[in-house]
């Protein structure tokens, strides 16, 4: 069983910085494609970014190209998510997810099988 544990959410203002952390215990995470969605409220849940095992392969939502990068630490288990030059309307639930079946670069929700708890993000102008 893969438990994920995300952190760093918060309430920043327009503009700023913020890194995500999500932290993996159980499972092999070494193998594991990693993904960030995000949930606005009302939405559904929307893809952010995604990641290979080894990092060497990294995709994202055309809308959040340039803003965010997704990296990872096999080493620590952990996946992150750097959010910069934050938006009002980038505040959401921020999720990671696990994909145990080394899919090239999934973007749906059902595509992967273990998901966090999520942390909250909320950015004010």
């Known amino acids: 069983q893969v438990q994920l544990v995300e952190s760093g959410g918060g309430l920043v203002q327009a503009g700023v910085s913020l890194r995500l952390s999500c932290a993996a215990s159980?499972?092999?995470?070494?193998?594991?494609?990693m993904g960030w969605f995000r949930q606005a409220p009302g939405k559904e849940r929307e893809f952010v970014a995604v990641?290979?095992?080894?990092?060497?392969?990294?995709y994202y939502a055309d809308s959040l190209r340039g803003r965010f990068t997704i990296s990872r630490d096999n080493a620590k288990k952990t996946v992150y998510l750097e959010m910069n030059a934050l938006k009002p309307e980038d505040t959401a639930v921020y999720y990671c997810?696990?994909?145990?079946?080394?899919?090239?670069?999934?973007?749906?929700?059902?595509?992967?099988?273990?998901w966090g708890q999520g942390t909250q993000v909320t950015v004010s102008s």
């Open positions: 159980g499972g092999t995470f070494r193998t594991y494609t």
């Open positions: 997810a696990a994909d145990t079946s080394s899919r090239l670069q999934p973007q749906k929700t059902y595509e992967y099988e273990y």
């Open positions: 990641i290979n095992w080894s990092g060497s392969n990294k």
